[in-house]
């Protein structure tokens, strides 16, 4: 691959990366989506396409990030293209925000026995979208909020089965939430001792995530986690970006409030990104990856109806 081709990807890294950064030097967790009482009125949800589709990945990140630092309270997104197609007028001096389209394409080449082998090339395309808060003559549903989905008084509830559904071991019992890989279990406090069931909820969704590392699961080695600062810090990134992407897919309000750790991680993720410009991206999608995973081991509808 030609430094032509390799120059565009790299700049977008970097701009995703030096974006982050910023946040985090501000203290701001970007992934944390403000649920002020303007979003909690409707659907908490991911960052949305134009046709209802969530957003994955490290594209949740840059428009939750974009959010917060604009003031949109619509999730709803969209190109100028796709905004043009609907009868939408975008407001004259508004800018757009950048989100990437990541693949891999196959490429047959010779290797040094002179055989042809494909080889997997991965590749990473910016693109802009706008806010439909940006947005005007839009039709009228794109301006209304989303019905929740989930009546709150069913919203733990069902939360609780997400959980259980996984087939993970819980035990509960001490301080100190956690993920043992040798016992493969998750040790959770007494419910009774969060602040709330959503609290709650939300630490169980994080360690959820590093549940999913084993070789049989999503398959993350975390085999220098302990003795790694740089490894565990990689770690905890993937789970408190999964805990956010599946909180939100739950309707349940992650943990606001940072965690006693969470000076020491900040440093240690700034740490990081300044010397591996992919590493959020990388991040991103292992969470997306864990919380796939945790969405697959739910029983289908089919499967629900026939145990009513």
Known sequence: MTGKETKPRADIYARITDRIVADLERGVRPWVKPWNAANTAGRITRPLRHN???????NVVLLWSEAVARGFTSPIWMT????????????KGESGTMVVYANKI???ETDEHGDEVERAVPFLRAYTVFCVDQIDDLPDHYYGRPEPTIAPAQRIAHVDAFFANTGATIRHGGDKAYFAPSLDLIQMPLFESFQDAESYAATLAHECVH????????NRDLSRYAKDRSERAREELVAELGACFLSADLGIVPELEPRADHASYLASWLEVLSNDKRFILSAAAHAQRAVTYLHDLQPKPAEIDQAA
């Open 52 to 58: 209802g589709m969530p957003y994955q990945g490290i």
């Open 106 to 108: 196959t490429k047959t």
């Open 80 to 91: 100028f293209k796709q905004s043009r197609e609907l009868g939408g007028h975008i407001r």
């Open 211 to 218: 549940w999913t590392a084993p070789a049989h699961r999503a």
